[in-house]
């Protein structure tokens, strides 16, 4: 199984590459540049910060494609529909953990998980998706009397907000609750809270990795579920194991719950 990374010469591009190299240098089938035009040619492993590769970044996608039996994306958006019709032309999994995407973009993905395995995560690190399980279980046991609040913060240069971890966090306390078609409602509150509602407090300043926590409020106590980032490469380890396990694997649309067998 050989892994190539997209954007990488972005923060997790270069996490993804790092890990990766410590893991099996055989594992590294190639790094494309992205907009960064002036890495063209530059060595994967001191991109990366390790010793030289003997690897060098390429803006030639489709052959990174071909080569690969895995690509690992956490770009852009306005990638996705890109990086899909790569997949399939080179029958290659795709592992994706850019945030952001609207219900156009997860129609692209689920298309191409008909071709190839697909795994999609807003968060890939094993911390956070066991703490998807215990909101689950924990919105299952309190009742409407537990107000839950979803509290994020991460880095002043993110752009989406709430983050993609705190949506999911809250699909799965909505599923605890068993409410159906769930939709998120993240404007900021005026008044008197509703009963039953998920609410969410964004937080973005300094060089916050990520942070989430997730509350249960009642009178008299609070229930508080939390996950704190210090390292990105929490998500490059996580994101690494999802392209692995995409091997020899059916074509589908997967989550990082089926990769660690969490369903």
């Known amino acids: 199984m050989r892994i190539a990374v997209l954007g990488a010469t972005g923060r997790m591009g270069r996490a993804i590459l790092r890990t990766l190299l410590e893991k099996d240098k055989d594992l590294l089938a190639g790094g ?3 907009i960064e035009k002036d890495k063209n040619g530059a060595d994967l492993g001191l991109l990366a910060g390790c010793e030289a590769a003997g690897i060098t970044a390429t803006d030639r996608m489709q052959v990174l494609f071909a080569d690969a039996g895995a690509v690992i994306d956490f770009t852009s958006p306005d990638c996705v529909e890109e990086h899909c019709q790569m997949a399939k032309m080179g029958k290659t999994a795709l592992v994706v953990g850019t945030t952001g995407l609207t219900e156009e973009h997860f129609g692209m993905l689920r298309d191409t998980a008909e071709s190839v395995p697909v795994v999609w995560a807003s968060n890939m690190s094993l911390g956070v998706n066991l703490l998807c399980s215990l909101v689950r279980k924990a919105a299952e046991a309190l009742d409407e009397d537990y107000d839950i609040e979803i ?4 880095h002043k240069h993110k752009k989406d907000a709430p983050s993609g971890t705190a949506l999911t966090l809250a ?3 909505a599923k605890g609750r068993r409410i159906e078609n769930y939709t998120p409602d993240y404007d900021i509150r005026d008044g008197v809270r509703e009963k039953g509602a998920i609410g969410f407090s ?3 300043g300094g060089d916050i990795v990520g942070e989430h926590d997730v509350v249960f409020a009642a009178g008299g106590e609070r229930l508080i579920l939390s996950h704190k980032a210090t390292d990105r490469m929490i998500f490059a380890r996580g994101a690494v194991r999802a392209a692995l396990w ?7 649309f997967y989550t ?3 990769v660690l067998g969490l369903k």
């Open 246 to 252: 995409c091997k020899d694997r059916k074509p589908g």
């Open 171 to 173: 699909e799965y306390a």
């Open 256 to 258: 990082m719950q089926d």
């Open 202 to 204: 964004v937080m973005r």
């Open 32 to 34: 494309h540049i992205g």
């Open 151 to 154: 509290f994020e913060a991460h």
